[in-house]
């Protein structure tokens, strides 16, 4: 493996839940380190491995556990990721995932999630006084039971992309173009929700979740059947709904809901804008050869 | 890239003077875009497509050695005809009263309007 290549650093204490929330993003583009939790190899990474494992960070994701109590020792360990990674990548983001929320009942879940968030942006918001570069960090309040870590990385998923903006902006101009009411796109190997654009406002907000899910588990029987998984469309009276491999590392999903629209012709737009948003990534890209590029 | 539904408001406007549908297809005869009796039309892309590739292969014969250009058929229920646009074809049907001349004329016209607009879909 590139020993250049950067990273995605995943820790938390022994028992957060950190590697069974692997399970999502396994066969990820970037190489993943996940630290083990036990207190003794914590204490490790802070002191005499800490070049070797803070180097050519791009993203710490932090695992709190939200039943535990002594919320003490993790800020500890926060801290000395935060200084470490101010020292060997000042560049990277920071993403706290406030774990096991599912097992908090559900009318308190949302006040001790804000609590918790409170109380860790607080604790950081001592140190960028100290720290060089301003602190880029983000909350989730997270569950491997339901939709919240799905969303959760999806979020990290898009923080990792270059110029995601401009990729946004085109596909919004897409959608308009094919007359679409939604498309989205999605990285190839974890079925993450990379962007999307709707042209209008939908009741369920966890769909994304929920097709993600069928598509892996078609795309899982398929392989099995010894015939990659390459595109489906799906047509009923209410919509049509393509999805094909887009990009290098991208699966794209289109919605529409006009019966006049002809398969065709949106399997030729398809087809089309393929070709544009390849050369798109290739600029976007630039000459970062480690970028994550969809 | 196309647009969908403007593609299809553009082929209404031949539907006129007798002529009941006009569409846009592809090669392997699944319809682009289509104004008219929709059931109708994907039927008659699906038989076009496959006499027009009939054709197309005699006309590579070193005998006849001459690209294929517009193809009319005489129906006892009507008159169909097609024409290639970039890679995809145009096609009007009528019932039989409407003159030949008339649709090919109709069809022509239509082709060179679109040809522009088709001609930057590189695929």
Known sequence: ?294 | MLKPKLLTKTLQQTNTDGINGTMLFNSDGSLIASSGDRDKNRTIAAITANIWQTYQKKSNDPLINSDLNVVMINCKEGKVIIKEVCKMFLCVHSGNDVPTGILKEKLISLAKFLEPSLSKIVI
């Open chain 1, 1 to 294: 493996m590139n020993p250049t290549k950067r990273k995605i650093l995943l820790i938390g204490r022994s028992g957060s839940g950190k590697t069974s929330m692997r399970s999502i993003s396994w066969e990820f583009n970037f190489k993943f380190m996940d630290c083990g939790g036990q207190d003794s190899y914590l204490e490790n990474f802070f002191g005499s491995q800490r070049d070797r494992v803070f180097r050519n960070v791009e993203v710490l994701i932090y695992v709190f556990d939200v039943t535990r109590k002594d919320t003490e020792k993790d800020l500890n360990y926060l801290e000395s990721s935060v200084f470490a990674l101010s020292e060997f990548s000042p560049e990277s983001k920071i993403f706290c995932l406030i774990h096991k929320v599912d097992l908090i009942p559900e009318e308190e879940r949302e006040n001790v999630i804000e609590s918790y968030k409170e109380e860790i942006m607080k604790f950081l918001s001592k140190f960028s006084e100290i720290l060089e570069n301003p602190l880029k960090v983000t909350c989730f309040g997270t569950s491997i039971w339901n939709e919240t870590l799905f969303l959760a990385w999806s979020k990290i998923v898009y923080s990792l992309i270059p110029k995601i903006q401009l990729l946004e902006e085109h596909l919004h101009s897409f959608c308009q173009i094919c007359d679409a009411e939604e498309v989205v796109l999605f990285e190839r190997s974890t079925f993450l929700v990379i962007s999307a654009s709707s042209s209008k406002t939908y009741q369920d907000i966890h769909r994304f979740e929920k097709i993600s899910k069928f598509i892996k588990h078609f795309k899982l029987s398929c392989n099995k059947a010894h015939s990659p998984f390459q595109s489906m469309e799906i047509r009923n009276r209410f919509f049509t709904a393509f999805v094909d491999s887009f990009t290098a590392n991208s699966y794209i999903l289109v919605i529409i809901s006009d019966p006049q629209i002809e398969n065709a012709a949106i399997s030729l737009n398809i087809q089309v804008a393929r070709n544009h948003f390849e050369n798109l990534v290739q600029k976007t890209r630039g000459n970062d050869d480690n970028a994550l590029v969809i």
